[in-house]
């Protein structure tokens, strides 16, 4: 299955399986948007501001899992010097990088009528703001240097760097005391939010992934494209 | 199925992450003091006499039946379950403020006692569920 991935194959791919993909997202995200907004319940305490969350909470998960998959894929080629990674990577970084933004504006907006606030600088928010401007970096490396090893090179050490942010951000909220509540659902415990809540924003995750899948082929395709055009350029 | 050469770069940038990994530990370790963002009652009752002048944040539990209303100023107990501190505050409070539920004031401490804020925060916590499933719940408790 990873042999689709390597250049020569990904190009194959065809783009009947990518409208297929975008048919099935339309599907599950017009199921998770009236589940959401209508059929679930206002919470307890927060009422009907809660439903920010089923945005909120799936874009803070692929803003995380899109740059751990960018630090992997870095030390796949740093170490392993597995070219086409780095392609897949370039490929993915602005997909992380929306949800990061996204993260951040619905939180803020999620914050006012709760908290009080539009912002404050505790462990977790300040991480994730880092996490931003990781991703920002990565992304401008790529287009500020015209030498592909070069690019590739600073990239992947800037993503290796960001890495170490991931804990940092995921724990913040353990660690020290923040004003971010600590997480709902978690690996080792029961999750303390409602099944009723806990079934829409499963499905708006799995849309939001199915989504971030799109994108990511459609973008890795013509990165393999112009990468290979290069390639016969300077021969 | 290693070759010499991948084996090295392996063991060049695992101890290259190792030595990043802690000096990112030891930074964050000594600056523990700023990236926490609220201090508990209890941290106010050890600590007390260096915080005495800075503005800082103490967080908790408001306590029960503390609450006490005069016009547009208000005063209430923050608790968390060891140690408590009074906080009085004039201002707009926000919506989710409430008895038994978090909170987060900022202001500057007058004594250890006593502590008056120009900003007050509702924290929530994790816990999501419907107004029905919270009413089963204190009715079986």
């Known amino acids: 299955m990873i042999k689709n991935f390597f250049p020569n194959k990904i190009l194959?791919?065809?783009?009947?399986?990518?409208?297929f993909l975008a048919v099935l997202t339309v599907f599950i995200f017009f199921i998770g948007v009236v589940y959401a907004l209508f059929l679930s319940p206002a919470d307890y305490i927060q009422g009907d501001s809660v439903r920010i969350m089923y945005v909120h909470v799936p874009s803070s998960f692929i803003a995380l899992g899109c740059f751990a998959c960018l630090g992997i894929a870095s030390i796949l080629n740093l170490i392993f010097k597995i070219k086409?990674?780095?392609?897949?990577?370039?490929?993915?970084?602005?997909?992380?990088?929306?949800?990061a933004f996204i993260s951040i504006i619905t939180g803020s907006l999620w914050g006012k009528p709760?908290?009080?606030?539009?912002?404050?600088?505790?462990?977790r928010l300040t991480s994730m703001?880092?996490?931003?401007?990781?991703?920002?970096?990565?992304?401008?490396?790529?287009?500020?240097?015209?030498?592909?090893?070069?690019?590739?090179?600073?990239?992947?050490?800037?993503?290796?760097?960001?890495?170490?942010?991931?804990?940092?951000?995921?724990?913040?909220v353990d660690w020290?005391?923040?004003?971010?509540?600590?997480?709902?659902?978690?690996?080792?415990?029961?999750?303390?939010?409602?099944?009723?809540?806990?079934?829409?924003?499963?499905?708006?995750?799995?849309?939001?992934?199915i989504y971030s899948i799109i994108i990511f082929l459609?973008?890795?395709?013509?990165?393999?494209?112009?990468?290979?055009?290069n390639k016969k350029k300077k021969n | 199925m290693l070759s010499k050469k991948v084996k090295l770069r392996f063991f060049f940038y695992t101890a290259l992450l190792v030595l990043i990994g802690s000096i990112i530990f030891f930074i964050f370790k000594s600056l523990e003091e700023n990236v926490v963002y609220f201090y508990s009652p209890t941290d106010i009752y050890k600590k007390s006499s260096a915080l005495d002048l800075k503005i800082i944040r103490i967080g908790g539990l408001?306590?029960?039946?503390?609450?006490?209303?005069?016009?547009?100023?208000?005063?209430?107990?923050?608790?968390?379950?060891?140690?408590?501190?009074?906080?009085s505050y004039?201002?707009?409070?926000?919506?989710?403020?409430?008895?038994?539920?978090?909170?987060?004031?900022?202001?500057?401490?007058?004594?250890?006692?006593?502590?008056?804020?120009?900003?007050?925060?509702?924290?929530?916590?994790e816990n999501y569920m419907p107004p029905e499933v919270k009413e089963a719940l204190e009715k079986s408790n």
């Open chain 1, 12 to 19: 194959s791919l065809s783009n009947k399986f990518i409208t």
């Open chain 1, 84 to 99: 086409f990674v780095s392609l897949m990577a370039k490929s993915a970084a602005p997909i992380g990088a929306i949800f």
């Open chain 1, 114 to 123: 709760t908290w009080g606030v539009w912002w404050v600088w505790d462990a």
């Open chain 1, 129 to 172: 703001l880092v996490l931003l401007f990781f991703y920002i970096a990565y992304i401008l490396t790529w287009k500020f240097f015209s030498n592909f090893e070069k690019a590739n090179k600073i990239s992947s050490i800037i993503a290796i760097l960001g890495s170490f942010n991931l804990p940092i951000i995921k724990y913040s």
């Open chain 1, 176 to 209: 020290w005391n923040t004003l971010h509540q600590p997480s709902s659902i978690t690996l080792t415990a029961a999750p303390t939010i409602h099944y009723t809540m806990l079934i829409p924003l499963l499905i708006m995750l799995i849309g939001f992934i």
């Open chain 1, 218 to 229: 459609m973008k890795y395709k013509i990165e393999v494209m112009k990468f290979k055009l």
């Open chain 2, 62 to 87: 408001v306590k029960e039946n503390s609450v006490n209303k005069e016009g547009s100023s208000i005063n209430f107990i923050i608790t968390d379950l060891k140690n408590e501190i009074i906080v």
């Open chain 2, 90 to 125: 004039q201002g707009i409070i926000p919506n989710l403020f409430s008895e038994g539920k978090g909170v987060i004031a900022e202001g500057k401490l007058k004594d250890k006692k006593y502590f008056i804020a120009n900003k007050i925060l509702a924290k929530h916590d």
